[in-house]
């Protein structure tokens, strides 16, 4: 009881999620109401269990002169634990994961699948950024080229505008003239 208390206590960032051990549960018993407290009670021993094997698993590693925890040291854990009707489904569970890691690195490995040396990629990239800046450039020419034109042709009405207009006043002081 005091260990359940202490354990959903300060230590609540050292156990399992509850979501997980939930989803188990569901998983394993479809049809079975857990209580709560026998919620928590698997979440704690779940904790416990993994505190023992990784102790257990540490000390070994120790023992064996290394500094990370191999599978292999798992499973002799489990073994001097008194776990060993679990160590055939653990290394079938184990070469799941090698597998599956396996493949995320072959997916992941796609550029290496092209045959395509790193040179000539990285030597096809910068011709592509090549290509780019100087089509950015010449987008940048027409801008400037265009906005010229514009500021020609708005000089050009107002010189025609101001020449309009200079015109206009002409021609009234000439008919004031013949007034």
């Given amino acids: 009881q005091d260990r359940m208390a202490s354990s959903s206590g300060n230590d609540d960032d050292l156990?399992?999620?509850r979501a997980a051990i939930n989803k188990m549960i569901k998983e394993t018993l479809p049809n079975v109401r857990v209580a709560n407290d026998a919620r928590e009670l698997v979440v704690n021993c779940c904790t416990e269990f993994i505190h023992l094997i990784s102790s257990e698993a540490n000390?070994?590693?120790?023992?064996?002169?290394?500094?990370?925890?191999?599978?292999?040291h798992v499973?002799?854990?489990?073994?001097?634990?008194?776990?060993?009707?679990?160590?055939?489904?653990?290394k079938d569970v184990l070469q799941e994961c090698k597998t599956v890691a396996l493949k995320r690195r072959k997916?992941?490995?796609?550029?290496?699948?092209?045959?395509?040396?790193?040179?000539?990629?990285?030597?096809?990239?910068?011709?592509?950024f090549a290509k780019a800046r100087q089509q950015q450039a010449e987008l940048a020419q027409q801008e400037w080229l265009q906005m010229q034109q514009a500021a020609q042709q708005a000089q050009?009405?107002?010189?025609?505008?101001s020449a309009a207009s200079?015109?206009?006043s002409s021609q009234d002081e000439d008919e004031e003239d013949d007034m």
């Fill in 15 to 17: 156990t399992i999620p």
């Fill in 59 to 72: 000390e070994i590693c120790n023992k064996s002169e290394k500094k990370t925890i191999s599978p292999e």
């Fill in 75 to 90: 499973i002799h854990a489990l073994e001097s634990l008194g776990f060993a009707s679990y160590i055939t489904e653990v």
């Fill in 107 to 128: 997916a992941s490995s796609r550029l290496e699948n092209l045959g395509i040396p790193e040179e000539e990629l990285l030597r096809q990239q910068q011709e592509l």
């Fill in 156 to 161: 050009l009405a107002a010189a025609s505008a």
């Fill in 166 to 168: 200079q015109a206009g």
